[in-house]
């Protein structure tokens, strides 16, 4: 799968999914202070899906009907690297099927889709 993360999501979350044999590209590495505009754009236009924990992105997607390849929101209140590749881990294991053009809200016990108008 392709990914972006978030430079909030952090680095380790991006070599994880990378180990994994995903294609990522990690704005924290990559490109540091992008603004939320670029990086939704920059997912999009790649077919990226996006993973963050920035709710600015549900503004973005919902009010300001920016197309998206699909969007994983991490609402967690453990924001350690390990608890963040912990939840993803089972995401994938669950889910890897439904990411695209879904806006995926995840907190540690489960995940929420819904799909968006695009």
């Not at 990690?26 to 939320?36: F, K, M, N, V």
């Amino acid at each position: 799968m392709r990914f972006l993360v978030d430079e909030c999501t952090g680095p380790r979350v991006a070599q994880w999914l990378s180990s994994q044999g995903h294609e990522v590209f990690s704005i924290y590495d990559d490109l540091r202070g992008a603004t939320d505009e670029e990086i939704i754009k920059m997912a999009f236009s790649e077919n990226r899906i996006l993973i963050t924990n920035d709710k600015d992105f549900g503004e973005k997607v919902y009010r300001e009907q920016f197309p998206h390849r699909g969007v994983v929101f991490l609402r967690l209140s453990d924001e350690r690297a390990s608890n963040k590749i912990e939840v993803l881990s089972r995401l994938l294991e669950q889910y890897a099927d439904q990411l695209s053009d879904n806006f995926v809200v995840v907190t540690q016990t489960r995940a929420r889709f819904a799909r968006s108008s695009m």
